[in-house]
């Protein structure tokens, strides 16, 4: 069966560090993967989307970058973090298939202190 | 932005009682999904309805999708205080790519 690993679970950074989240998928071969934040008591906003290794799409800019290394890795990225980057990070995979539920990550909490 | 919108943002109810969520859209899409998220968890899909579908039932679950009026309900009957989640509704942009935008989600309390 399929499984999707994000770590770490929480992460409490300084302003102007760097930060870098992995989630690593298991189970299936050229997933769609995705990262999503949710702040707080709010709804998810994708931030990157990818349907191959190198493959990166932006929907929002900002102080985040991303990138897929491996084909069922997804990295979360940042050279120097700001107050606004605090949230609820979600990676996401499906099959690439349109209309396929998406599967989530149990997320990485993130505080920029 | 093609995000959804649910309401009512929160929704309290005995065990037993039906919550009834809705959620309404901006554009045309292709299909609706309906997923809950528990407290610092990640999000789970529990139905996916077809823009030429009108209803669907999943167990305790049932969905109705209106595209006339851009808008989709999701039904639980008889719920349980394991139900208590927040409830997302996200649609499809119809870009081919599969990108799934959410809305801000209901707050559903089921009091035992």
């Known amino acids: 069966s399929q499984t999707i690993h994000q770590w770490p679970a929480t992460l409490v950074q300084p302003v102007g560090s760097p930060l870098s989240l992995e989630c690593t998928v298991e189970?299936?071969?050229?997933?769609?993967l995705y990262w999503y934040r949710q702040a707080a008591g709010r709804g998810l906003q994708l931030l990157f989307y990818?349907?191959?290794?190198?493959?990166i799409s932006s929907e929002v800019p900002q102080n985040l970058s991303a990138s897929r290394p491996q084909d069922r890795q997804f990295i979360l990225s940042s050279k120097k973090l700001l107050l606004s980057d605090s949230g609820f990070y979600l990676c996401?995979?499906?099959?690439?298939?349109?209309?396929?539920?998406?599967?989530f990550g149990n997320g990485t909490r993130l505080t920029v202190t | 932005s093609q995000q959804g919108e649910e309401d009512p943002q929160a929704l309290s109810i005995q065990e037993g009682e039906n919550a009834t969520m809705n959620c309404s859209y901006k554009?045309?899409?292709?299909?609706l999904q309906w997923y809950r998220q528990n407290s610092g968890r990640g999000l789970v899909h529990l139905i996916l309805?077809?823009?030429?579908?009108r209803e669907k039932h999943s167990g305790r679950l049932r969905v109705t999708l209106d595209t006339s009026k851009k808008s989709s309900s999701l039904l639980i009957t008889a719920s349980r205080a394991a139900d208590t989640a927040s409830y997302f509704c996200a649609t499809d942009d119809q870009t081919g790519a599969n990108n799934l935008f959410f809305g801000t989600g209901t707050r559903l309390t089921v009091i035992p």
């Open positions: 189970g299936t071969s050229n997933p769609n």
């Open positions: 554009t045309s899409i292709n299909n």
């Open positions: 990818s349907v191959g290794i190198g493959q």
């Open positions: 996401a995979w499906t099959i690439d298939q349109y209309s396929s539920p998406l599967h």
């Open positions: 309805i077809r823009s030429n579908e």
